[in-house]
């Protein structure tokens, strides 16, 4: 066990380079120079340009830029400075990421106990009234665009209910964070719960469930243990690699409700050629995704005592 | 036991990911809500994009930024709302010959620190913004200065041969001398911009420090960055100049659209706002009553020529008769109030409204809606080559609706083909500006550096203008521009380049489209809102209600 995770861990650098240097690489490759961007449409003459492409370390060839890059970042955890501004792309990261954590967190809570919830719930009831409710729930979230479910939001409780405010303050608490939260989690809280509802369903005819009912376990246990264990795979695969996208594609939400996180710092970069700020939150996102993806393998073994890892 | 064997790794896991996070939360309060009278006081909010850059002086050159730089720092000069120019930190701003200029500084002014104001504070900082190893964007507005090309020499690579600007002289701490390669008659409407501002001397230690927290000598004085969220500023108690603030500060909120902005106007969670979007249009002057502002905005949106383009070049120079049709071939005042929702009003000429020397109806007949007249011209002028045109536009702009508009426009009235040339970003459209691969015409918008119409028309239009790109060079033109330039007094200049913007008829150098408005509006919390004719709200005449 101890070698298969150090062997995942050793796994993660190869991949780690790799997409570091394609992130690199597309930025670079993209039409659109960042420095000229920065003078707008009245320009610079050369000498400036010039002037200012020497400081940014920009007059350097491609190859040699992704170098020292990578050196400052893994000897000095340095991620650079931003082109347009000067900031340093690690104070930009840490100021995006703490509010994107908070909302994918709450998210990820949201989907995680309502779809789970209504999964079980289905499941357990296939093909009656409430597992119907719950089909035809989650068949009208996931035909709703993000934007629109953001806007019904809020135009019922900001603005006609009076409920919330309309946007995220600067500070914000957990409480403002639900309604953009759900907007967030709710898709894949659908997904989750169909996910669910299937698995179980199906597993409900399974062998080990006869023989559980078989031997006189209590329905509590049969359901919770042997049922709810081996059902879960799938979920917790779905589960872990949405960790991933709530933080990362949370663009159309955080701009809806006006949220300075991850995916607005994303947008921003890529339309300013900002290489550095680029890199640095993909980096970040890779590792999440690792680790991620390293946690579910491992919690297969928990969830099915017939996955070993050597 | 081998599942509780993995359970420990995985929590293991778990600690470590765990360990790399953190998350915070808190939130400040804002004041009290009882209403009546002014608090002279109170703070409002309003809204703003995070500045681009670190807030230089020298490097201010977008609206965000600038928003916040006007506030901090106290010009010279400053200009009022017909274009002419009030005095600020000047006493008297003096000349003779328009090269030899006589600064006289009010005394007794301070920086925000408690360090006094006095010309070598301007003197230094305009050295400081014009020397080529600060890559200052603005250092270009020096380069009337005798002396700026020893200190920004302008080919690539060059080295600097002078450490200070040698036509600036510091008589004594209140006046200083400027003196110019040539006459500029408009010179002092530069002063009012923010290059032109003065800096405190704790600048020069540690500038990028001092960019971040600038120390100026304005109506207010910064307080804190919160980057990406917000700005926020206080009134200066010991300001002395003519426009002291009546409130207690503002706060500039971040937005990431301007739908958000405008909800928060609604819901009471904004005070002023500075442009209200597309989708609540329709519906601001019924949200807000008399609280809705339309107001004037000197930019113009324009469609310039690219005439190193193929199509306009070979096999001879393109007959102006032919642009003079397309301008005549498109509907202004439709799609302004259709496609633009009033949003902008329909241009008359090249010099947009609150410019000193704005003429009505400099343009003539050229941008009055005429198809048979434009069909006729076209024809005259030979046609259109390949009888097919591309305007070119980024995608990032909300500039495709109009640029629909406008082609439907052309090709009903002329039937030539005309489609939007589309690029994804700004960036990759001001590229293909830069390496001249504009296929036949592009849009162009252009605001305000000076309220003078020079800089509408020699910035523009002359051969070697940074703004002039695309290749448009009329000799006998560059020769009326520079005359205009060397007039002996303002009034003088603004008059020969009244008649140069009459002239460009016989050019067309580019098809002026709209001038820019104003559609914008403020909370019930405050009152005297106004705008300037850059288009910011003007902050030190808010009153704040307690």
Aim: net charge neutral.
């Amino acid at each position: 066990m101890g070698r298969y995770v150090a062997r995942r861990l050793l796994q993660m650098i190869p991949v780690f380079l790799g997409t570091t240097l394609l992130i690199f690489l597309m930025v670079h490759s993209l039409p659109g120079d960042p420095v000229l961007a920065m003078f707008g449409d009245k320009g610079a003459d050369p000498a400036t340009l010039a002037a200012k492409r020497h400081e940014l370390g920009l007059d350097k060839p491609t190859w040699q830029q992704y170098l020292f890059y990578m050196r400052d970042m893994l000897l000095h955890l340095d991620f650079g400075t931003q082109i347009r501004n000067g900031l340093p792309v690690t104070d930009v990261l840490g100021d995006a990421f703490p509010i994107t954590l908070q909302l994918a967190t709450l998210a990820f809570a949201i989907e995680l106990i309502f779809g789970i919830g209504l999964g079980v719930i289905g499941g357990l009831r296939a093909g009656r009234l409430a597992d119907n409710l719950i089909l035809i729930f989650t068949l009208l979230i996931i035909s709703i665009p993000v934007f629109v479910l953001g806007f019904i939001i809020k135009m019922v409780f900001a603005f006609n209910l009076g409920w919330i405010d309309p946007n995220v303050s600067t500070q914000p608490e957990w409480g403002e964070l639900i309604a953009p939260a759900i907007v967030l989690g709710f898709l894949s809280l659908a997904y989750v719960a169909r996910l669910t509802r299937t698995s179980m369903a199906e597993n409900l005819r399974a062998d080990y469930m006869r023989t559980a009912v078989a031997k006189g376990l209590p329905r509590r246990r049969v359901i919770g243990v042997h049922l709810m264990r081996n059902s879960m795979i799938p979920v917790i695969t779905f589960l872990g690699t949405d960790i991933g996208a709530l933080m990362g594609g949370a663009i159309v939400t955080e701009s809806i409700f006006n949220i300075k996180g991850v995916g607005g710092v994303i947008a921003e970069s890529i339309s300013r050629r900002e290489g550095a700020t680029l890199v640095g939150l993909v980096t970040i996102l890779v590792i999440v995704y690792l680790v991620t993806s390293l946690l579910i393998d491992l919690l297969y073994a928990v969830l099915d005592p017939r996955i070993r890892y050597a | 036991m081998r599942g509780a064997k993995s359970a420990k790794w995985v929590t293991g896991a778990i600690i470590v990911a765990l360990a790399a996070t953190a998350c915070g939360g808190g939130k400040s309060d804002g004041g009290s809500d009882a209403k009546g009278t002014v608090d002279p006081n109170g703070i409002f909010t309003t809204d703003l994009g995070e500045p681009e850059k670190l807030l230089y002086t020298g490097d201010t050159m977008e609206s965000n930024g600038a928003g916040v730089m006007k506030a901090i720092y106290s010009n010279l000069v400053a200009y009022k709302a017909d274009g002419s120019l009030e005095m600020v930190n000047a006493e008297s701003l003096t000349t003779t010959d328009s090269k030899t200029w006589t600064v006289k500084l009010k005394p007794g002014w301070t920086f925000h620190d408690g360090t006094p104001v006095t010309s070598k504070s301007y003197v230094d900082a305009w050295n400081w913004n014009a020397h080529i190893d600060n890559a200052m964007g603005l250092s270009s507005w020096f380069s009337d200065i005798v002396g700026y090309d020893k200190v920004h020499p302008e080919a690539e690579g060059a080295k600097a041969t002078a450490k200070t600007l040698a036509g600036l002289k510091v008589v004594d701490d209140n006046s200083f001398t400027i003196e110019l390669t040539k006459a500029v008659p408009y010179f002092g409407h530069k002063l009012a911009y923010t290059p032109f501002a003065p800096l405190a001397a704790s600048f020069y230690a540690n500038p990028k420090a001092a960019a971040e927290k600038p120390v100026g000598n304005g109506p207010y004085k910064f307080k804190s960055w919160d980057h990406k969220k917000q700005i926020e500023i206080v009134r200066f108690d010991g300001y002395k100049g003519p426009n002291k603030a009546k409130n207690g500060g503002v706060i500039f909120k971040n937005y990431t659209t301007l739908e958000t902005a405008y909800e928060d106007l609604k819901s009471g969670n904004l005070d002023v706002i500075r442009q209200i979007g597309p989708k609540d249009l329709p519906v601001y002057h019924q949200d807000l009553g008399n609280r809705a502002v339309d107001a004037d905005h000197a930019a113009i949106q324009s469609i310039a020529v690219a005439f190193y383009a193929d199509q306009w070049k070979k096999p001879k120079p393109v007959d102006v008769r032919v642009i003079q049709g397309l301008s005549m071939a498109i509907d202004r005042a439709t799609i302004t109030k259709t496609v633009l929702q009033g949003t902008r009003e329909p241009a008359t000429g090249w010099v947009p409204k609150g410019i000193l020397g704005y003429q009505e109806n400099a343009a003539g007949d050229v941008t009055k809606f005429d198809p048979a007249k434009a069909k006729e011209l076209i024809k005259a002028g030979g046609g259109v080559p390949g009888n097919k045109i591309f305007i070119q536009f980024n995608a990032d702009g909300g500039h495709k609706e109009w640029v629909d508009a406008v082609c439907n426009s052309i090709t009903q009235a002329t039937s030539v083909a005309c489609v939007g040339d589309s690029k994804t970003d700004f960036q990759a459209d001001l590229t293909a500006r830069k390496s001249k691969q504009v296929k036949s015409l592009y849009r162009s918008a252009w605001s305000l550096d000076y309220p003078v119409n020079s800089n509408f028309i020699k910035d523009l239009f002359h051969t070697s203008a940074a703004g002039n790109q695309g290749d448009f060079s009329v000799k006998e033109l560059d020769a009326k521009i520079e005359a205009a330039d060397s007039a002996a007094t303002l009034d003088q200049s603004v008059k020969q380049y009244q008649a140069v913007e009459k002239e460009l008829v016989k050019y067309m150098p580019s098809i002026p489209l709209w001038y820019y408005k104003v559609n914008a509006g403020y909370s019930e919390k405050v009152s005297g809102v106004t705008y300037g004719q850059d288009g910011d709200p003007i902050l030190d005449t808010v009153e704040v209600k307690k």
